[in-house]
């Protein structure tokens, strides 16, 4: 357990910070499982749309530093790319 003042305060900080972060990957998550379900239903107006609106939550949080930058870099450009290629069949 935790002596000092500071050491007490750094154990509520990470608590909090915890469960914020922990709602913002799940939001992230939700995000994206719409846009998968859009793209399983095989429609690109409504993958799009989807992705338009999962697009601004997935980039906050990789600026929190809740994600990695680059990992949701990736998983932008795997989803766009999906949509585009649904397209074309």
Not at 4 to 26: E, F, L, M, V
Not at 27 to 49: I, P, S
Not at 61 to 81: D, E, P
Request: glycine content about 4%; cysteine-free.
């Amino acid at each position: 357990m935790a002596n000092t003042a500071s050491a007490r305060k750094r154990i509520r900080q990470t608590a909090r910070r915890t469960q914020s972060n922990g709602a913002r990957k799940s939001r992230v998550r939700t995000f994206v499982k719409k846009v998968e379900a859009a793209l399983a239903g095989q429609d690109k107006a409504a993958a799009q749309e989807a992705l338009r609106a999962a697009q601004p939550e997935m980039q906050r949080a990789a600026g929190k530093g809740v994600m990695h930058k680059n990992a949701i870099a990736r998983k932008l450009s795997r989803l766009n790319k999906r949509i585009k290629a649904l397209a074309q069949t």
